[in-house]
T-cell receptor
Framework: GENVEQHPSTLSVQEGDSAVIKCTYS??????FPWYKQELGKRPQLIID???NVGEKKDQRIAVTLNKTAKHFSLHITETQPEDSAVYFC??????????WGAGTKLIIKP | NAGVTQTPKFQVLKTGQSMTLQCAQD?????MYWYRQDPGMGLRLIYY???????DKGEVPNGYNVSRLNKREFSLRLESAAPSQTSVYFC???????????FGPGTRLTVT
């Protein structure tokens, strides 16, 4: 079945710098890859997603890139701000249309 | 719209006790999910329901049962709680022809 690995587990960046989080997946049939943000004590919320028919998608300061050949996708956050501090989860859709989740990345924005 | 709601927010159980976690959504979504979240392990699917009247096991179903009471409600039952079930439980729902899942606020369960 599908397996998703996410790195790094913790990422600390200076405010204003960029942050990149990477995920790899195992099932080449997966077609949908979302990213969720979870603030401390809150519920996960979708921030951006990408389908396999595109290589990149952007929404203001966040972007996701997908390399289907290498089976990896990445979240890019530019000009980081204090409110970007959170745990970020990637996921990949499996053959039953369910999401398999990465273990999460804790992003710390240093002032 | 309230979205996805869960009760209770917090619960402490003794080993062997039973309880039911309640989840309801008012978005007319077909699919509903129960996840558990443990530190460093992301979200793991316990059970899901693709439509009213159907339920299927996810990655970690042992020790749990579910009921899809109607289109709005999906409950999770622990018959005999164990310390290994200490976790944060999230319910989620998804509308037809969309992949986005909407999460409830979570239930923090501690089993002593």
């Amino acid at each position: 079945g599908e397996n998703v690995e996410q790195h790094p587990s913790t990422l600390s960046v200076q405010e204003g710098d960029s942050a990149v989080i990477k995920c790899t997946y195992s099932d080449s049939a997966s077609n949908y890859f979302p990213w969720y943000k979870q603030e401390l004590g809150k519920r996960p919320q979708l921030i951006i997603d990408i389908r396999s028919n595109v290589g990149e998608k952007k929404d203001q300061r966040i972007a996701v890139t997908l390399n289907k050949t290498a089976k990896h996708f990445s979240l890019h956050i530019t000009e980081t701000q204090p409110e970007d501090s959170a745990v970020y989860f990637c996921a990949a859709e499996d053959s039953n249309y369910q999401l398999i989740w990465g273990a999460g990345t804790k992003l710390i924005i240093k002032p | 719209n309230a979205g996805v709601t869960q009760t209770p927010k917090f619960q402490v159980l003794k080993t062997g006790q039973s309880m039911t976690l309640q989840c309801a959504q008012d978005m007319n979504h077909n699919s509903m999910y129960w996840y558990r979240q443990d530190p460093g392990m992301g979200l793991r699917l316990i059970y899901y329901s693709a439509s009213e009247g159907t339920t299927d096991k996810g990655e970690v179903p042992n020790g749990y049962n579910v009921s899809r009471l109607n289109k709005r409600e999906f409950s999770l039952r622990l018959e005999s709680a164990a310390p290994s079930q200490t976790s944060v439980y999230f319910c989620a729902s998804r509308k037809e022809f969309s992949y986005e899942q909407y999460f409830g606020p979570g239930t923090r369960l501690t089993v002593t």
